[in-house]
T-cell receptor, first 112, second 116 residues
């Protein structure tokens, strides 16, 4: 399982774009990169997943450079309701059981 | 509502009590999981069930006993717990044990357990 490293916390203001970077230096060829969001006293929620280059959905964008040793979750124009913990996970179908390990995540605080 | 329902949402129990947590999903998923989340700690995987068969047990104390009677239901039976077992207990499901990496894991809202 590729170990991931994220900043412990980040602060932002409403309306700003927030970029959270995750390092996964020993990512394997078959590994996918997945991001989850967790609000207090709730379970994590799947946000976005990618393998390489850029992925965009209605919630966020995920940027993955060519070497795939890191990835950046981009949240456009954040609001107070985006205050949450964001987790980066890396794994593949062969070791999906091991993929189920969440790290400490990044605690994002959005201020008015 | 995520499609994974956990009951109760809150539970307070004494150290000599026996209680059970319930998880239910009607997403057609074949794999279900129990996680523990203590205050300011990462999520800890406790148990994994695939097609109603336990496939992983991460050295969880025997005072936690899981049960998966069918692919839609998962229980966590609790007995003689300790105060340090107080935490948020989360249930999750995925299409199958390997499908989660591609299609994602769906979590319930959790049961906030307090052991007194």
């Amino acid at each position: 399982l590729a170990k991931t490293t994220q900043p412990i916390s980040m602060d932002s203001y409403e309306g700003q774009e927030v970029n959270i970077t995750c390092s996964h230096n020993n990512i394997a060829t078959n590994d996918y990169i997945t991001w989850y969001q967790q609000f207090p006293s709730q379970g994590p929620r799947f946000i976005i997943q990618g393998y390489k280059t850029k992925v965009t959905n209605e919630v966020a964008s995920l940027f993955i450079p060519a070497d795939r040793k890191s990835s950046t979750l981009s949240l456009p124009r954040v609001s107070l309701s985006d205050t949450a913990v964001y987790y980066c996970l890396v794994g593949d179908e062969d070791n999906a059981g091991n993929m189920l390990t969440f790290g400490g995540g990044t605690r994002l605080m959005v201020k008015p | 509502e995520t499609g994974v329902t956990q009951t109760p949402r809150h539970l307070v129990m004494g150290m000599t009590n026996k209680k059970s947590l319930k998880c239910e999903q009607h997403l057609g998923h074949n794999a279900m999981y129990w996680y523990k989340q203590s205050a300011k700690k990462p999520l800890e995987l406790m148990f994994v069930y695939s097609l109603e068969e336990r496939v992983e047990n991460n050295s969880v104390p025997s005072r936690f006993s899981p049960e998966c009677p069918n692919s839609s239901h998962l229980f966590l039976h609790l007995h003689t717990l300790q105060p340090e077992d107080s935490a948020l207990y989360l249930c999750a499901s995925s299409q199958d044990r390997t499908g989660g990496i591609v299609y994602g894991y769906t979590f319930g809202s959790g049961t906030r357990l307090t052991v007194v």
